[in-house]
Nanobody, 116 residues
Framework: QVQLVESGGGSVQAGGSLKLSCVVT????????MAWYRQTPGKGRELVAL???????SYVDSVKGRFTISRDDAKNTLYLQMTNLTVEDTAMYYC??????????WGQGTQVTVSS
């Protein structure tokens, strides 16, 4: 059974940093491409950062230059380093597969709250 478990969320002040982790067990899912998504109440889930099966990385424009996605294949772990956080980054963050390739693999989410 595949499981994705996020950690590392929390509350920070604007300008601060957080590093999210997502441990994948049961399958490495590398071939799917792995991504970080975020969601705020009343809105759809937004793809924030993606690292595909060929290690090609892309970001939504609003986080470019501030967020870095990476993975450690030996640990089967996906990371999201977030710096210079703003209030607009407040959301529940989920790791998951790139849904276009492998539908339906999600973690339970970790809350990030940024205060001004």
């Amino acid at each position: 059974q595949v499981q994705l478990v996020e950690s590392g969320g929390g509350s920070v002040q604007a300008g601060g940093s957080l590093k999210l982790s997502c441990v994948v067990t049961g399958d490495n899912l590398r071939y799917c491409g792995m991504a970080w998504y975020r969601q705020t109440p009343g809105k759809g889930r937004e793809l924030v950062a993606l690292i595909d099966g060929d290690d090609v990385i892309s970001y939504v424009d609003s986080v470019k230059g501030r967020f870095t996605i990476s993975r450690d294949d030996a640990k089967n772990t996906l990371y999201l380093q977030m710096t210079n956080l703003t209030v607009e980054d407040t959301a529940m963050y989920y790791c998951g597969t790139y849904q276009i390739v492998c539908l339906g693999y999600w973690g339970q989410g970790t809350q990030v709250t940024v205060s001004s």
